[in-house]
């Protein structure tokens, strides 16, 4: 699998803080905005935003991709009879200045276009409670895009705010609308090229982060696609050693082909953290159902011992069904592939349908990738089970609390099981491939690297979180990214 383009991400993260101390996030590009408070020169970013629907027309028109996308000025809140800047504020009222609205009475974008009027450079709505839902600012009514960017804040914020400019306090703002620009079929001599993105740390503790990703608006957006595929070739020997480089992984002796097994599962650990909906983990249940959970609280057996039956179990189904076995083996290895992305194999030799008479050989490989990718590979299937129903293929997420992920367990039904060999592939679309959950020293950085997979909808969002498991998905600091696709036009 190559092709995908890539970008660099250089972080230094102030997500949240591994011990007592401060952690101070800040992006060379995102979107929203930040306050820079007396005696600092960076930003310190408003904890729950959401920027403008609009926001793209501001950087992805033609006419618009080389103008201003980021801006630092004074703040200036609207008089008290027209605090939901719903109506026309006097003219040049906010020239050159951040405009402060009140949440309600009109559309975002028409908040956003009475203060454009009056001079504002971008607007920020506070929220009238505390509890973010939205994720965009919607575009409502008859009216144009504004032509200045758009936050909405959380209320707290916003009225601390409205209290330290009424006091006659000057407060300065960064606001910013950059994506992370990220090129498809860009010539050699092309001077655009895809960017990378910048996240300091100027806090005084180390940090680590957790993100998530998000296309407006697709409520339906499993993160992964799907596809057919030929079979490679196995990763492993006939007798189940590994091929070629491949380094065997320990620590399977409960599948070592001695005794019968039947809901069994053994805890293994990963040769590398594996992102899953980029939720990265380091050890997975392996069942010889054919099912890997990354749930810790999952327990031998089957559908019985998942945490939930809601389809949020943070789980990989290569090929999940009642199996058994006498003297089958399942065991694992990794290696590199030519891009230098970590592969792990596990290979389900010699298995059978538990409700099965059939005496012919199921065999089956699954290979999670470092970047977040799965492989099923299917070797060998009884052909008299070819219409068996009850096969679960696909993955699910371990929440679904962010309306990004959805449970993708229906594959099985649309895969071709009298036809092995043939494997099925899930690739999200975003892959992060390197130091995509490493620790960031006080004061430094680390270098993440991330492709994105072709079909992603052209426009779409990484959240990064305040708190390693958030209990929401409100409290987030996106940045959006941009996928441009390079034409000639003569």
Known sequence: MTGFPMFGLVLAVGVFALSS??????????????????????????????????EPMLTDVTDNIHLPDSVVANLKTAVSSNLNGCSAHSANYFLGKIALIARGGCFFSTKGLMAQQAGAVAMIAYNNEDLNEIGLLGVGGQRQNPGIPGYLIQQSEGLALKSRLDSGETLHVSCSWKPIKVWYGLPADSPEANDSLVIYNYGDQAMNWTMETKRWHMLADTFYAWNLTAAPSSAFAEGGSPLGSAQALSGWTTFNGSADLDDVATLQQLPFPFPHYLKYYSQVWVSSDGLLDF??????????????????NALIAPLWDNLTCNGCRINAAWSENATGVSIMAIRFQGMSFASSASAEPLTFEAWLYEDGRVSVVVESFPSSEASRSSIKCGLEPASGKSMTVRPALSVGSSLPWGSSPFAVSFTPWFMPRKNGNATVPAGGNVTLEGAFEMAAGLQGYLHFYTSENPASWYDRTPV??????FRYFW
């Open 21 to 54: 101390g401060s952690a101070i996030l800040g992006l060379d590009k995102w979107s929203g905005c930040g306050i820079i408070e007396s005696g600092s020169n960076v930003p310190t970013m408003f904890k729950v935003y959401a920027p403008g629907q609009w």
């Open 480 to 485: 959006r990214i941009s996928q441009r696709i």
């Open 295 to 312: 749930d810790s609280s999952f327990v031998q057996g089957a559908l019985t011992s998942l945490s939930s039956s809601d389809g949020q």
